[in-house]
T-cell receptor
Framework: KNEVEQSPQNLTAQEGEFITINCSYSVGISALHWLQQHPGGGIVSLFMLSSGKKKHGRLIATINIQEKHSSLHITASHPRDSAVYICAVGKEGNKLVFGAGTILRVKS | GAGVSQSPSNKVTEKGKDVELRCDPISGHTALYWYRQSLGQGLEFLIYFQGNSAPDKSGLPSDRFSAERTGGSVSTLTIQRTQQEDSAVYLC????????????FGEGSRLTVL
């Protein structure tokens, strides 16, 4: 079993829909990261969190340390949100273990 | 610089040749990381530098891989006697501090070994 599991693997949504991507992990962590990777592009850090909830624009990330689970929510989704979203956990600082990623496609 | 800079952006080499990949982190960032993203696979950690401490090399896949960071800034990842399975995108990231820093990624160096 992978140390970081993401679901779903693929997600297609209609523009405007509320989207949730889930991440479960099985190891002790110092922090959890949500990353975004556009096709052919680099990786952008969306959130780094170790407790509670963070919000940035239409993006919200939550983490439950006891349940070892995090969610990334996108409100009012837009085609430009189409990307791969990657959950990564830092077992020792930023020595990260990565999930397999969720491929999101938002249709207009 | 404004962001993490990596070079070359693309490198095609023949099996058995050595390659060097360069990473110039954000000025002032003490932590520097190398990751690899292989085709059809996820990201994996390779090596981590923090200030003047000895690097954490625990993610390097074989002794053909090495990295150094000169003067606490620029880092070079060297792959000796490249193999086809080394083909991947090699990503560098930096952060202000090890445990508290948001990661900033470079655009990556795409290595193709023929």
């Amino acid at each position: 079993k992978n140390e970081v599991e993401q679901s779903p693997q693929n997600l297609t949504a209609q523009e405007g829909e509320f989207i949730t991507i889930n991440c479960s992990y099985s190891v002790g962590i110092s922090a959890l990261h949500w990353l975004q990777q556009h096709p052919g592009g680099g990786i952008v850090s969306l959130f780094m969190l170790s407790s509670g909830k963070k919000k940035h624009g239409r993006l919200i990330a939550t983490i439950n340390i006891q349940e070892k689970h995090s969610s990334l929510h996108i409100t009012a989704s837009h085609p430009r949100d189409s990307a791969v979203y990657i959950c990564a956990v830092g077992k020792e600082g930023n020595k990260l273990v990565f999930g397999a990623g969720t491929i999101l496609r938002v249709k207009s | 610089g404004a962001g993490v800079s990596q070079s070359p952006s693309n490198k095609v080499t023949e099996k058995g040749k050595d390659v060097e990949l360069r990473c110039d982190p954000i000025s002032g960032h003490t932590a520097l990381y190398w990751y690899r993203q292989s085709l059809g696979q996820g990201l994996e950690f390779l090596i981590y530098f923090q200030g003047n401490s000895a690097p954490d090399k625990s993610g390097l896949p074989s002794d053909r891989f090495s990295a150094e960071r000169t003067g606490g800034s620029v880092s070079t990842l060297t792959i000796q006697r490249t193999q086809q399975e080394d083909s991947a995108v090699y990503l560098c990231a930096s952060s202000l501090a090890r445990n508290t820093g948001e990661l900033f990624f470079g655009e990556g160096s795409r290595l193709t070994v023929l």
